[in-house]
């Protein structure tokens, strides 16, 4: 039943944690010590449809934030690409089941209830850029244009195209400026220079 102590538990803590719980979060939220007995109380979670499991060690509610999510799982990384663009109004809408992020390490991908969280693998120089809302670091329009941009010269596609699709005359030239100033590859600066058409 919804209405057991560990289902109400739930839903009272679900807002602050937006739909995204780890496994230690219900360990402490449920006051549950023992690793076999929090497994059960899990398992019943998600039997009555409380919860359900994004991926190993990670659950979620129906109404889940999927950013939030990747933060929780990578907390150094930051929500970029098509997601800001959306956000920012350069692009039009994208669909809600996908985001990419960058972080400094290893590339990963998680997937799980139809979603998808991707996460590519920056070099240190290159994590700037980003600023906090609600717990989730999230690149700037600009940072995320060039993110874009920078994975399109490695291969990355994406389903809105790079020359038409994005309102460039939203972004701030002299950030642009500044931000390409720090990427050491002349051929990614002189194509993002002629794609965003800066003198």
Known sequence: MKNNPDARAIAAAARAQRGVFSKADLQTLLAEPHPAALVRRARALEQD????????????????????????????????????LARELLIGALPANQVIAAKVGRARTYRGLGREIVQ????????????????????????????????????????????????????????????????????????????????
């Open 49 to 84: 449809q409380v919860l359900r499991r994004f991926c190993r060690g990670w659950y979620v509610t129906d109404s889940f934030d999927l950013p939030t999510l990747s933060q929780r799982l990578a907390p150094r990384s930051y929500v970029s690409f098509g997601t800001v």
């Open 120 to 199: 590519v693998q920056i070099a240190p120089g290159l994590d700037f850029g980003h600023t906090a809302t609600d717990g989730v670091q999230f690149a700037d329009a600009e940072k995320a244009v060039l993110d874009v941009l920078y994975f399109h010269l490695r291969g990355r596609r994406y389903p809105f195209d790079i020359h038409s699709d994005i309102d460039f005359s939203r972004l701030d030239p002299r950030r642009l400026r500044a931000y390409l100033r720090r990427y050491g590859n002349p051929k990614f600066v002189a194509f993002a220079t002629g794609v965003l058409q800066l003198s």
